[in-house]
């Protein structure tokens, strides 16, 4: 798939933007610190995701002093044809907020404007990835599977929001019978996040270990780390699962109450990186972490376009100032051979090899001069 233009109307520093990009693959948005680079990306990923590229609050994606910002997009996709569009009005003294997404120009719940535009972001922030904590690591394998089946998202806001129910039970002291109630259906939720979760560590694990094997010649393991004990994730059927978590919840609940909250299920899940048979955190180099995030990105992209059969857009932030020679030109040859669409930013074309092939857009105090 590739995005055939992009439209900005009051995002962040950018007034104005209308791009409309040609069939050549990678693409460079080009400018000095602070210009506007990053913001387009963001632009991106908001229209891909509806949610923003960096941890800003969606206000943030509204240009300082206006009321309103929007994004709109066409995605190729083989013979198909698709627009979106996405906006964000800033409500009255900050309330009420209103947020909004739409396809072929009909405005759409998220179950339904998912699945037209897959992006997979390179930021400086993945190598949070190895040195972060597990809510890096679970927010990269929940983003993954959403990737691959948009249904994952629901899955995991419809966990959240029965595990908030549990917890405000179990603080206002609620009966026995009604708090094993939500954890029947807490148990039904989390038995099918974490199948989901573990099928796919499962598929990812091969491929990750033989493109850390390619970028540093080290052998290593990505697994998913479960919180909790169950049945084997990818053997027994899902109502075994289900039973043995709604039991570890009956016997934890007493636990539980005192401390006011659920201590322990999927929303503590993690996935492991060994190296060498090591814990990637404690006992890899700063290379060999970036390597293991980046190892972590390209094992994805590598799923998804085998699964999907197609490639989804690339978006990569700076990650040229963040590698070392040697490996950035591993991921250059690694874009090489993606052959689908790439959008990257850089203060400098002359730090992208083959730039020549490139289509460049400069940034200057967030206006897009032109290709
Ligand atoms: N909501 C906003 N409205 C206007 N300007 C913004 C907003 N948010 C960020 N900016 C400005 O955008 C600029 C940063 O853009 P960015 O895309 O991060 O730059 P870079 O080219 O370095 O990637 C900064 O000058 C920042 O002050
Ligand atoms: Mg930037």
Not at 92 to 115: D, I, N, T
Not at 270 to 282: I, N, Q, V, W
Request: hydrophobic share 40%.
């Amino acid at each position: 798939m590739r995005l055939s233009s992009l439209h900005l109307d009051r995002f962040r520093n950018i007034r104005r933007a209308d791009l409309a990009f040609g069939e050549a693959p990678l693409h460079i948005f080009v400018g000095e610190n602070g210009q506007g680079k990053t913001n387009l990306l963001s632009a991106i990923y908001w229209l891909a995701t509806l949610t923003p590229l960096q941890t800003h609050k969606g206000r943030e994606l509204v240009m300082w002093g206006e009321q309103e910002a929007r994004v709109r997009g066409e995605v190729l996709s083989g013979e198909l044809r698709r627009s979106l569009a996405v906006s964000y009005e800033v409500g009255q003294g900050g309330q009420g907020a209103a947020r909004g997404a739409a396809r072929e120009g009909k405005r759409v719940p998220p179950s339904q404007y998912f699945g037209a535009l897959t992006v997979v972001a390179f930021t400086p922030r993945d190598l949070d990835l190895v040195r972060g904590g597990p809510d890096d690591r679970r927010r990269f394998l929940d983003r993954a599977v959403f990737n691959e089946r948009p249904a994952h998202l629901h899955a995991v806001q419809s966990f959240g929001a029965a595990l908030e129910g549990r917890n405000r039970l179990l603080r206002d002291g609620a009966p026995d019978a009604l708090v094993a109630a939500y954890e029947g259906t807490l148990a039904e939720l989390g038995a099918r996040l974490m199948g989901a979760r573990a099928r796919y560590a499962q598929a990812l694990a091969p491929l990750f270990s033989s493109t850390l094997r390619d970028i540093c010649g080290v052998s290593g393991a990505v697994a998913y780390r479960p919180a909790l004990e169950t049945p084997d994730l990818l053997a027994a059927p899902e109502g075994e699962v289900q039973e043995a978590l709604a039991r570890r919840w009956a016997e934890s609940r007493a636990a539980d109450r005192l401390r006011g909250f659920t201590q322990r299920g999927p929303q503590l899940d993690d996935l492991s990186l060994r190296l060498s048979d090591h814990s990637a955190k404690s006992y890899a180099s700063q290379g060999q972490q970036r390597a293991i995030a980046l190892a972590l990105k390209i094992a994805q992209i590598e799923l998804l376009s085998a699964r999907a059969g197609e490639r989804p857009v690339l978006l990569l932030d700076d990650v040229s100032s963040e590698l070392d020679a040697r490996r950035a030109g591993l991921l250059f040859s690694f874009l090489d051979r993606f052959g689908g669409q790439v959008f990257l930013t850089t203060t400098h074309e002359r730090h992208i090899p083959r730039h020549e092939e490139a289509t460049l857009w400069r940034l200057e105090g967030g206006a897009v001069l032109g290709s």
